[in-house]
Every structure is written in C-alpha cells, then in structure tokens.
C-alpha cells in the first residue's frame, strides 16, 4: 500500500537555525497538510496546502513557519529560527481527492531542538 | 470550536477481553468523528471514521464505534483484545475531513 515517508526520522538543531522536513506524500494524492504532537500534548492542525498555496493555517503557523512543493514528489514545512518549544513531532499527511478521502499520516519527524 | 475528550490515558486488558475507549465529543454542528491507532515508531492509522450514514461504524482489526448522539459520545470497542492492540489511541472531530481536533490519545497494554 502506498505511503507517506518523512525524513529525517530524528532531527536535533540548536535554536535559532533554520531547519527543513521533508515529505513525500502518496503519488497521486493532491493535499497536503502538516500536524505536530509536542510530547505529552495533543495532535494539532498546523497547515493544509493545495494548488500550490496554503489552504488553512492555524494559530501556531506563525511567520516562522513555511510550506512548500519544491517539485512534483516532495512536501516541506520549513522553520526560519527554532525556538526551544519547536520541539515536537511533526507529521505529514495527505488526501487523494479531499473530500470524504482519509488522511494517510507519515511516520513523523521528531524534531528536537536544544 | 470542536474538541473532544477521551477518558483515562491508560486502559489495560487481558488478550481476549472486551477493549473499551472511551470519547466525547464537543460540535455545534453534526462533525465528524474519527479514531486513529498509533503503533510504536509508526504514524497515524485511521481505524474507522463517523460520517452520518449509520450510526453504528465498523473499523479495520475488528474495531468498532457507536455513534450517540444524546450523550455525546463516540465509544471505541473491540469485543476481544489480542496482544497486536497494544499502541496509542486517538479520537478525533472535524467539520471536514482533514483539519482534525484529535483527543489526549489513550494508551493500551495488553496482558497475556
């Protein structure tokens, strides 16, 4: 069954940098979405991304946060300047056709940053 | 806004006893209702998911979940838990199908 990858698996950054996580979401699925779950917290929203722009962002995508499909196979959310609390797991997700369709949730990035 | 709750963040059971999860649910609006599975090192799994059409919803690995709405609930069972249920439960309500409020998530042991 096709899947949703997210690399790396485990990502440690100091604050302040900038870093990237990658998706590559199913072939032919056409939205996209980012959730994270700092530990011990709940799954939250972050974004959902389709036709090229964003579609709904919460609270928490502020400025410091960034999406993007550079080509045609990969998904990225992108943190300008981490901040301690950054630190969580980041999923990706996506939809084949968005409505009535299940989310396919990737393995997650833990994103750890000190 | 939606939300829901799910009670008890941890639920131990013998393999071949009834697997009971429970959530409730908050909505203005008919939402719909979801559970995701979480196995160790893996990501989110949709078990089954509440749209409307029947009330009583039947999942993969033989899960199932009713749908009441006078109490606001969306109970997950399984009438006979075996050790592969051990993981992370998570119910989960939208007016969508993807921006998802997900609940505090459920852990499950499973003792032989």
């Known amino acids: 069954e096709p899947e949703v990858t997210q690399t790396p698996s485990h990502q440690v950054t100091q604050m302040g940098q900038e870093v990237i996580l990658r998706c590559v979401p199913i072939?032919?699925?056409?939205?996209f979405y980012w959730y994270r779950q700092i530990l011990g917290q709940k799954v939250e929203f972050l974004v959902s991304?389709?036709?090229?722009?964003?579609?709904?962002k919460s609270e928490i995508f502020d400025d410091q946060f960034s999406v993007e499909r550079p080509d045609g196979s990969n998904f990225t959310l992108k943190i300008r300047s981490t901040k301690l609390e950054d630190s969580a797991m980041y999923f990706c997700?996506?939809?084949?056709?968005?409505?009535?369709?299940?989310?396919?949730f990737g393995n997650g990035t833990r994103l750890t940053v000190t | 806004a939606q939300s829901v709750t799910q009670l008890g963040s941890h639920v131990s059971v013998s393999e071949g006893a009834l697997v009971l999860l429970r959530c409730n649910y908050s909505?203005?609006?008919?939402?719909?209702l979801f559970w995701y599975v979480q196995y160790p090192n893996q990501g989110l799994q949709l078990l089954l998911k509440?749209?409307?059409?029947?009330?009583l919803v039947k999942g993969i690995n033989g899960f199932e979940a009713e749908f009441k709405k006078s109490e606001t609930s969306f109970h997950l069972t399984k009438p006979s838990a075996h050790m592969s249920d051990a993981a992370e439960y998570f119910c989960?309500?939208?007016?969508?199908?993807?921006?998802?409020?997900f609940g505090a998530g459920t852990t499950v042991t499973v003792r032989a």
């Open positions: 997700a996506s939809t084949g056709t968005g409505g009535n369709s299940p989310l396919h």
């Open positions: 072939s032919n699925h056409l939205y």
């Open positions: 991304f389709y036709n090229n722009e964003i579609s709904e």
């Open positions: 909505s203005s609006v008919p939402p719909y």
């Open positions: 509440y749209t409307s059409a029947a009330t």
């Open positions: 989960a309500v939208s007016l969508n199908d993807y921006k998802l409020s």
